[in-house]
T-cell receptor, first 113, second 114 residues
Framework: EADIYQTPRYLVIGTGKKITLECSQT?????MYWYQQDPGMELHLIHY???????EKGDLSSESTVSRIRTEHFPLTLESARPSHTSQYLC????????????FGPGTRLTVT | KNQVEQSPQSLIILEGKNCTLQ??????????LRWYKQDTGRGPVSLTI?????NTKSNGRYTATLDADTKQSSLHITASQLSDSASYIC?????????????FGRGTQLTVWP
């Protein structure tokens, strides 16, 4: 079992609200990632980080933002949630490049009404 | 167009039976190929990871094969159990990135019936 945690697991929120999805890992991994996954579709990378104070946008454009102030913590924030943001958000971490394993958290299922 | 294609999209089998899932990819240059199992409402969990030089790798009742020449992989599940019901995702990474970026298939949804 990977030591990577996400909270909340489920979130239902109204349009226009600000939300933060939490992700923490205790493995000391440098690299962390956020993916978005819709039902029956592939995972899309929306943000990644090489390490502390490093954040980059991924392949899929997202209105969310991320921060990496501590190695173990990689929160994702939506300033103003919209129904189009309804999706599953998965956080992952790894200890190296593409040859290394990525460990995934359990995900946050977000529904914006 | 997705660079990782999986088939079938969904599959129903009876408990105790075997099955094989397919993955074709166009990702280049190739680094490695992974199979993940994703239970409903959970994050993916790695089953196997294979590099260019590996043809087959097993993890219990799961056996993955790789043909890097034809860019095809398969995941064979032996003596299926009810707990095997999940989405199985093929993931390919390339050698061109230091990030560890992965290309995901859409998964095969496997249902095992008693």
């Amino acid at each position: 079992e990977a030591d990577i945690y996400q909270t909340p697991r489920y979130l239902v929120i109204g349009t226009g609200k600000k939300i933060t999805l939490e992700c923490s890992q205790t493995m000391g991994h440098d690299k962390m990632y956020w993916y978005q996954q819709d039902p029956g579709m592939e995972l899309h990378l929306i943000h990644y980080s090489y390490g502390v104070n490093s954040t980059e946008k991924g392949d899929l454009s997202s209105e969310s933002t991320v921060s990496r102030i501590r190695t173990e913590h990689f929160p994702l924030t939506l300033e103003s949630a919209r129904p189009s943001h309804t999706s599953q958000y998965l956080c992952a971490s790894s200890n190296g490049n593409s040859a290394y394993e990525q460990y995934f958290g359990p995900g946050t299922r977000l529904t914006v009404t | 167009k997705n660079q990782v294609e999986q088939s079938p999209q969904s599959l129903i089998i009876l408990e105790g039976k075997n099955c094989t899932l397919q993955c074709n990819y166009t990702v280049s240059p190739f680094s490695n190929l992974r199979w993940y199992k994703q239970d409903t409402g959970r994050g993916p969990v790695s089953l196997t990871i294979m590099t260019f030089s590996e043809n087959t790798k097993s993890n219990g009742r799961y056996t993955a094969t790789l043909d890097a020449d034809t860019k095809q992989s398969s995941l064979h599940i032996t003596a299926s159990q009810l707990s095997d019901s999940a989405s199985y995702i093929c993931v390919v990474s390339d050698r061109g990135s230091t990030l560890g970026r992965l290309y995901f298939g859409r998964g095969t949804q496997l249902t095992v019936w008693p």
